[in-house]
T-cell receptor
């Protein structure tokens, strides 16, 4: 059962543009939603995270928007740069079930110069 | 400070052999997780250790997989009688406590011939 669905699978954006990646979840008990960035040959690195008591969180060029009623959350990368080219994973966590993360399928982002 | 360290970074072995993968978590982190990243299945949770509590083994795919964590620090993931479908990147993560952000190592790329 895929509990976190991520789209698109791949995304091409011009330098300076906005990259938008969407995730939807099924389990309403999820209460922590991180985004990870992964470069080839490296492990995922925590980028930004949100809890369902807020609708938006911004850190630099990265913003998470959260819609609890729709069970959706998204990552916006403003002023996208070639160095942002990586695979992005959304995830969700169920605190009372051991804190393991359930990941989306990933989005491969390419930012063209 | 050092991040999560995993060894070896790459492992090639023949089908049927046993393998051991090692994880050194960030110093002071009480929670440790193993995940598997493969092309077909994405990022999957395997097992979780928290302090001295019994591990959550709910993600282990078969009884050929086991893990231990000695002294609340280093962990070893063991795969017995390896199969070709075990080929994947095995990622370890640690967090300061339960419900804290998880930080990943760069993984061990396991190839079963």
């Amino acid at each position: 059962q895929q509990q976190v669905k991520q789209s698109p699978q791949s995304l091409i954006v011009q330098k300076g543009g906005i990259s938008i990646i969407n995730c939807a979840y099924e389990n309403t008990a999820f209460d922590y939603f991180p985004w990870y960035q992964q470069f080839p040959g490296k492990g995922p690195a925590l980028l930004i995270a949100i809890r369902p008591d807020v609708s938006e969180k911004k850190e630099g060029r990265f913003t998470i928007s959260f819609n609890k009623s729709a069970k959706q959350f998204s990552l916006h990368i403003m002023d996208s740069q070639p160095g942002d080219s990586a695979t992005y994973f959304c995830a969700a966590n169920l605190n009372n079930a051991g804190n393991m993360l359930t990941f989306g399928g990933g989005t491969r982002l390419m930012v063209k110069p | 400070g050092a991040g999560v360290s995993q060894s070896p970074s790459n492992k090639v072995t023949e089908k049927g052999k046993d393998v051991e993968l090692r994880c050194d978590p960030i110093s002071g982190h009480t929670a440790l997780y193993w995940y598997r990243q493969s092309l077909g299945q994405g990022l999957e949770f395997l097992i979780y250790f928290q302090g001295n509590s019994a591990p959550d083994k709910s993600g282990l795919p078969s009884d050929r997989f086991s893990a231990e964590r000695t002294g609340g620090s280093v962990s070893t993931l063991t795969i017995q009688r390896t199969q070709q479908e075990d080929s994947a990147v095995y990622l370890c993560a640690s967090s300061l406590h339960v419900n804290q952000p998880q930080h990943f190592g760069d993984g061990t790329r396991l190839s079963i011939l």
